[in-house]
């Protein structure tokens, strides 16, 4: 381990790595951090061993008393998958699992719903789900058999130490917290946010006045045949009401009594058969209203969407955004970096970047043949020497650049390489195949023993982008415009206007352009750990990368002479000088070859004598 100037202490070596999971990664200093802070990152690069703390804090947990409940939230299915304690549920019988300690969260099981998933599907998309329990799992031949329905019920969580799922219930839910207190009966809470949706996604949300009119008109109705329910929808109609009629600036309600789910499908129910087709159930939305601030715009009210955390405790962990922007997002100050200035880089690794705009989303579509085919010949050069290579490219073009990088790499090797975009296990396990993924991939551990990663296009974050990120934790009314400069021929973001400096917007839009952009570009990439083990890492950010030791490459010219790759023309060049000595050897004429391969004599000369050359 080292100190750079930038005070950024730098692990190289695999003892050091070691000594840090030992020291640092350690349970009981993590749940010391917790007792003292309450809301903790752990903030490392992908494969320096994040999860494996997690999995020894909640097997910790779950024998000790620290916490009564540990809710473990993961951003998708696969991450989730491969937490032991996920493994150690789904195997078990449902006998078992009802009385163990663990619960996994799973979503619908659409293929059990059969031909009711369709209008499953229908109500899901309007917020409508609590009637499809009261409707369509109530007539349900499979009911007694399925969990899920009841999988959020008092009946099923209560108890329970552990509740695991992913961050969609947070999303969706952003009190979700809290309603899992009230159903397991937990004081003492712990939430492990692992590597966190919010910490990325855009944060603001908008209600329009259409929706939260036929809301009102719902409620109402409900309300008119309620009974003793009446005063906990006069609070609904009251909160809509006050959505409705408030001025600009924001605002902010009473902590609204909650509705059962039974009131919730009355709801629904009145405002899908008033307005169908046209009805969306805001409850969840209107919810989070509760605990945040709003505002009116042109047509509805826009407020900021975060999850409820207070009242319990919050582990979350991240891959490399600086803590003052993780502070932001989670709308938490006082956020405790558990290691912090510390980061990752194997010894054995050999860093490169191609430090050019031609993969940047504007240029990309007319450079993409260049840059695919000297890809297509990089690939197969680490093929021949039994190596693995990860690809990465921007969302928008994987479906075509998969299709012409397979035919080029069938060209150049003469193998029968599949280009496939986001593959499935079994074709990950196929050596033939090069998998495509995107930038924005987070969490999985399936390409970890891969040993190449590839970048094919750069990730480069719009101005408008940063200027949302930077804007979404605030009222509009204190709203700060960015504007772009170039610094040694590069774009850099600025905050425009003087007072808007002085407030430090410049540094901290600049931060977030470089977590936009390199932050993401390192995360895909990070995906065949090249922190923690020796690979080759080939980046394409014109910005640069926060690394050391990276070899920059200005244009793909010196890429190409760096690695000994051709350009199309010198490929094609090759391609026919050999032909046309292998037919020179079998004994045909120069005009015999000529005219076998389409070209003049003088052409056949030329390429004869520029093999004989060497």
Same mark, same amino acid.
């Given at each position: ?6 005070? #950024? ?11 840090? %999971? ?25 494969? /320096? ?6 999995? %020894?804090?909640?097997?910790?947990? %779950? ?6 409940? /540990? ?20 195997? @078990? ?19 059990? !719903? ?20 009261? $409707?369509? !799992? ?22 329970? %130490? ?128 509760? +605990? ?65 705009? @031609? ?68 074709? #990950?396990?196929?050596? +033939? ?15 970890? +023993? ?5 970048? $094919? ?29 170039? +610094? ?104 015999? /070859? ?16 520029? @093999?004989?050359?060497?």
């Amino acid at each position: 381990m080292r100190t750079a100037k930038n005070n #950024i202490r730098w692990v190289r070596s695999d003892a050091g790595l070691a000594g840090f %999971r030992k020291d640092a990664l350690d349970e009981g200093r993590a749940l010391k951090a917790l007792s003292n802070h309450q809301f903790v990152l752990l903030n490392v690069d992908p494969g /320096v061993g994040k999860s494996h703390l997690i999995d %020894r804090l909640v097997a910790r947990l %779950r024998r000790g008393d620290e916490y009564d409940l /540990v809710v473990y939230l993961t951003p998708q299915k696969g991450t989730l998958a491969e937490r032991p304690f996920v493994r150690e549920y789904q195997a @078990l019988t449902e006998e078992e699992r009802a009385v163990s300690d663990i619960v996994v969260l799973e979503g619908r099981p659409r293929e059990r !719903c059969g031909s009711r998933d369709a209008e499953w599907r229908k109500l899901e998309q309007v917020g409508c789900a609590s009637l499809g329990r009261t $409707l369509l !799992c109530a007539a349900c031949p499979e009911r007694s058999r399925c969990s899920w329905v009841e999988q959020l019920s008092k009946k099923a969580l209560e108890g329970k %130490r552990v509740v695991a799922g992913t961050q969609a219930y947070l999303i969706q839910a952003p009190r979700f917290i809290r309603m899992l207190k009230r159903l397991t009966g937990a004081r003492r809470v712990l939430v492990i946010l692992d590597e966190s949706t919010f910490l990325d996604s855009p944060l603001r949300g908008y209600l329009k006045d259409a929706d939260l009119q036929r809301n009102l008109l719902a409620v109402a109705e409900v309300q008119a045949g309620a009974g003793g329910k009446r005063k906990a929808l006069a609070a609904w109609s009251a909160a809509l009401t006050q959505m409705l009629e408030a001025g600009d600036g924001a605002d902010s309600m009473q902590r609204l009594p909650r509705l059962n789910r039974k009131l919730a499908a009355a709801i629904q129910e009145a405002g899908l058969r008033r307005w169908p087709g046209a009805f969306k159930y805001l409850g969840f939305e209107i919810e989070a209203l509760n +605990h945040a601030s709003w505002w009116r715009t042109n047509d509805g009210v826009g407020y900021i969407r975060r999850p409820e955390l207070r009242g319990a405790d919050v582990f979350t962990t991240a891959a490399g955004i600086p803590l003052e922007l993780a502070c932001q997002r989670l709308g938490e100050p006082n956020l405790q970096e558990l290691c912090p200035a510390v980061r990752f880089l194997h010894e054995g690794t050999q860093l490169y970047n191609l430090k050019s705009h @031609l993969g940047a989303a504007t240029y990309y579509p007319k450079n993409a043949s260049q840059i695919l085919f000297a890809s297509a010949q990089l690939i197969g050069k680490f093929a021949g020497e039994g190596k693995r290579v990860l690809a990465v490219v921007k969302k928008r073009f994987a479906k075509k650049t998969a299709t012409v990088l397979e035919g080029y790499l069938r060209e150049v090797t003469g193998a029968p390489f599949r280009v496939v975009v986001n593959p499935g296990q079994a074709d #990950i396990q196929d050596g +033939h195949v090069v998998p495509l993924i995107t930038y924005g991939a987070v969490g999985s551990n399936a390409f970890e +023993h891969f040993d190449v990663a590839l970048a $094919l296009s750069s990730y480069n974050a719009r101005p408008d982008l940063v200027e949302a990120r930077l804007n979404d934790v605030h009222h509009p009314q204190e709203e700060v415009r960015l504007g772009v400069t170039s +610094h040694a021929g590069q774009r850099v973001v600025r905050a425009k206007g003087y007072f808007a400096r002085q407030q430090g917007f410049d540094v901290l839009a600049q931060k977030y352009q470089v977590h936009l952009e390199a932050g993401w570009a390192a995360q895909a990439l990070g995906r065949v750990r090249f922190a923690t083990r020796p690979r080759t890492v080939v980046f394409f950010q014109p910005g640069g990368v926060p690394y050391e030791d990276v070899k920059e490459f200005g244009s793909l010219k010196a890429l190409r002479e760096h690695f000994g790759l051709l350009t199309r023309r010198e490929w094609e060049a090759r391609r026919v000088a050999a032909k046309a000595t292998a037919l020179g050897e079998a004994g045909k004429s120069r005009a015999e /070859v000529a005219a076998a391969l389409g070209v003049s004599e003088r052409t056949v000369s030329r390429r004869w004598a520029r @093999l004989r050359q060497g």
